[in-house]
Structures are given as C-alpha cells and as structure tokens.
C-alpha cells in the first residue's frame, strides 16, 4: 500500500472513531507501528488529526464520543485481558454496579460464572451478557435508553440509584489522566456515572493505555475516588501513558496491569522499559486494608500492584 493511500485509510479511521491506537492503525493497514506513527506525524503536520498518547485523535484537544459499533472493534485484545484481570476482584456473594461500556462488557460475560453474585447495571450489553447466568441476579436501572452505547441515562436512571449500596462499582469512560481523573464526552453518561460511583464503597476503572493521558469534557470520577485501575501494558515506545500511570499511582491508585497478549500460565511478561512502575509488593500486610492483595491467578498476566502509601 502507498503511504497516500495508508494515510488516507488511516485519516478515516480517525474520523469514523474518534480515537484510534498506533497498535490498531499499524493492524487495520498492514504495517509496522514505525510506519504508522511516521504517517501520523505527516498528517498532524496537514492539520488533519492530533497525536495523542500511542495514538490519534481529531483536532481540537477533546475527543468525541465513538459509537458501539467503532468501540467493539477497537483495542480487542487488550480489552479482554483487562476484563480476565478485573474478574478476578470479584467474589462469590458480592454485589455490584457495572457502568456502560465494550469493556465492562467483557467483564460481565466473565462474572457470569461467579455464583451469588448480583449486578447493578444501566447497560443494556451487560444485562444481556448475565442474561442466561442462573447463578447472578442483575438489577436494571431505570431510565431513557441511549441508543449509541446501550445505556439507560436521566433522571430516572440516577433516581433508582438512590439509596444503592454495594461493594464495588466497575467503571469504563473516554479518557483518564491524573489531573482530572475519569471523563467521558456525553454529560448525560457521566451523570449516572457519578451516580453509580456515590453507590459504590470502591470504586475500580477499567481504561486500556490508549486512554491514558487522554481528555474529554465531563469528569465523572475524580482521581481522589478511584481505588483502583485495571489496564494494560503501554507499548515501550508510549511514554507519556508510562508517566501517566505513575502519576495516578503517585496519588494513591492501585494499578494492576494486565498483558495484553497472554502471558503463559505461571509466568509474567516482561515489564515496560521505559517509565518502569514500582515492582509488586505482593503478600504484603496493609493495615488501612487499601491494597488488594495477590492476584487471583497468574494466568490473567503481570499485576503491578501499586498500594496507597
């Protein structure tokens, strides 16, 4: 392929997305991240998009809000192995809230297979997911269906929300940066976000790297509130996402990362060259209790698990 016809392929996937990463770029165009990142380059010269964080984004700093149809295409791999890892918090007998999403609809269809458990969710995707679990309660919200992700928002969504307490609230959004902490683009999603988060005695992202570093406009969980992160391992060359997440470690939040690629059973893939985050204190006793201990399986990839100090 020539490099005007890979710049034009990839300057519609921008404009169709949003926010597409260098590692989905290099895989839609059948090239090396190299030749990606070098056409991107060329393009932010044009006017035509913005780097971003291991990725592109269209101009002018937020991004916007991608349908379903574009996000379940997007970071695939990375997503389940963030999904396997986040399972892994959750226990036999809990109750919990599960925000709208493509990841935490992958986490539901693992917590099918966690008996007693109940699930509060205003997502269409992660009721169908639990669906045919015989084992998992699922309480729906109310609310007006938005038919761009498959969520219930308003007023009625937050209102049955009032009163909620549960264990843990997993949560997705459109961006996550250390400043200002989680955000999505649409303020009608971010308001029963926040609603899910005031339920909740935890509260647990799960954001993939190419969300690291990246803004939108509605804050829906300050970095302050965020117990703990789920993502993956940022690609060696990223920087930025690197330094991201050792600001949001620097502040408190407890980060485990999954590899996206599998790691062999028993084994731990091979941690980030640059901007290493501090190893895994594993075993180790917390009396403030913020630290979740070890990880339930090996097999769900590297943890680096970063307690609140």
Known sequence: MFAAERRQLILEMVRANGAVSLRELARVVQTSEVTVRRDVRALEA???LDRRHGGAVLPGGFTRESGFPQKSHLATAEKTAIADL?????????AIVVGAGTTTQELARRLARVPGLTVVTNSLLVAQALAHANRVEVVMTGGTLRGSNYALVGSGAEQSLQGLRV???FLSGSGLTAERGLSTSNMLSASVDRALVQAAAEVVVLADHT???TDTMFQTVPTDLITRLVTDEPP???DRAATELQALAD???Q????GANGAPPGGEQAPARRAPLPGPRR???LRSGAGYGEPAGAERGRVADLRRR
Do not use: F, N, T, Y
């Open 46 to 48: 044009e006017g035509l």
């Open 86 to 94: 986040a399972a892994g918090l959750v226990e036999e007998g809990e």
């Open 167 to 169: 264990s843990r609230a």
């Open 211 to 213: 969300k690291l570093g």
């Open 236 to 238: 060696a060359h990223d």
């Open 251 to 253: 502040q408190g939040v």
């Open 255 to 258: 980060i485990a990362v999954a």
């Open 283 to 285: 075993g180790m006793a």
